[in-house]
């Protein structure tokens, strides 16, 4: 009877990051790090949800650095995450979309990671009480941005640029938390994907979704489609045939497109389908932010069993040379990837 599997066994995050630490496949100081974001997230949910009866709605009255409105809880979130990761004593840089250069930390203990993120992604979602998230990635530090270095601000800066501009490929772990009907945290170091759906009883993340797989094909795209006019015509010629049924599955798509980039991820690596965010001609690497964005998003779907491509090349692939530089993404099945790709390279 001792080891048959009790019907009131738990698996929470908690203990799942222990067990990999034990199994040597999560470094101690990295399954800080990742408790403290998930801290962050819960905190996160609890102000989303509360948004419309504690004045947590509209805008802040400011721009962030890529001229686009901040929220008030945009600011609010961005200061939550970068709390908990100050208070985690385990990071040495931190890089978000709502900060304009990147941050070394002071009061660091040891660790040093250098975490990126989108605190609250698909923020013009929140007053409607639709679905949003928060997205991050975890890279070892390329270069020590040690407490030293204070005292010249701008020999500090260019060595946090240097620390946040890898690709996607030297991350050590990716994931997001969704904040819609249920809230569901979804990880992956590297090994494989792990979803935990928060428990408000336990006050815990609990597994829900153990080695999440991507399905090979699925007949759902996400496009904002109100862009078609100034795409090119490679992507309008794939577009129609998802349309008019001249496709592989030989048969027309079904179209779900939240707007909101964590939701529409979310429902493609669980039903499959393709989510794309084109570049077009005003702005011909899309709107998307290759660090916090595509590139974590890219090693999610790579470790379910799917793609992410900018159309001609691998997501993960792609060296950034700025920290809040865009690149166009198609993100999902491995087949529907694939056969946007065809029509992108005969272009
Ligand atoms: P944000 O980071 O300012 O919230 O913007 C990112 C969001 C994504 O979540 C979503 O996929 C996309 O923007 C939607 O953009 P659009 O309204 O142009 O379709
Ligand atoms: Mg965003």
């Known amino acids: 009877a001792a080891s048959r599997k009790s019907e009131y066994e738990l698996i929470t995050l908690t203990t799942w990051l222990l067990k990999e630490e034990m199994n040597g496949s999560l470094d101690g100081e990295l399954a800080v790090v990742l408790s403290s974001i998930a801290t962050a997230c819960k905190q996160i949910a609890s102000l989303v949800t509360r948004a419309g009866i504690s004045n947590l709605t509209g805008l802040a009255g400011a721009a962030n650095i890529q001229g686009e409105d901040q929220k008030k809880l945009d600011v609010v979130s961005n200061e939550v995450f970068c709390n908990a990761l100050r208070a985690s004593g385990r990071t040495g840089v931190i890089a978000s979309e709502e900060e304009d250069l990147p941050v070394a930390v002071e009061e660091t203990y040891s660790g040093n990671y250098v975490v990126v993120f989108d605190p609250l992604d698909g923020s013009s979602n929140i007053d409607a009480g639709i679905s949003t998230g928060s997205i991050f990635g975890i890279y070892a530090p390329s270069e020590e941005c040690s407490v030293g270095d204070m005292d010249n601000p701008e020999a500090m800066m260019q060595n946090c640029i240097i620390n946040v501009c890898q690709p996607g490929s030297s991350l050590l ?36 979704h153990p080695n999440m797989k991507v399905p090979e094909s699925g007949k759902i795209y996400a496009f904002n489609e109100g862009n078609y006019c100034a795409w090119d015509q490679g992507l309008q010629d794939y577009i129609n045939s998802l349309k008019d049924g001249s496709n592989f599955h030989g048969k027309p798509y079904s179209a779900r497109y939240i707007g909101s980039l964590v939701g529409d991820f979310h429902r493609t690596l669980l039903y499959g389908g393709i989510y794309g965010y084109p570049g077009d001609k005003k702005n011909t690497n899309g709107k998307l932010r290759l660090l916090y964005e595509c590139a974590p998003m890219s090693l999610i779907i790579e470790q379910a069993g799917g793609k992410g491509s900018t159309g001609t090349k691998r997501v993960l692939d792609v060296c950034p040379e700025a920290v809040h530089q865009r690149v166009p993404l198609f993100i999902g099945s491995p087949k529907e990837v694939d056969y946007l790709e065809s029509f992108c390279k005969k272009n």
């Open 173 to 208: 772990a990716a994931g997001y938390c969704l904040y819609s009907s249920s809230t569901v945290f979804v990880l992956t170091i590297g090994s494989g994907v792990y979803g935990f759906t928060y428990d408000s009883i336990v006050g815990e993340f609990v597994l829900s």
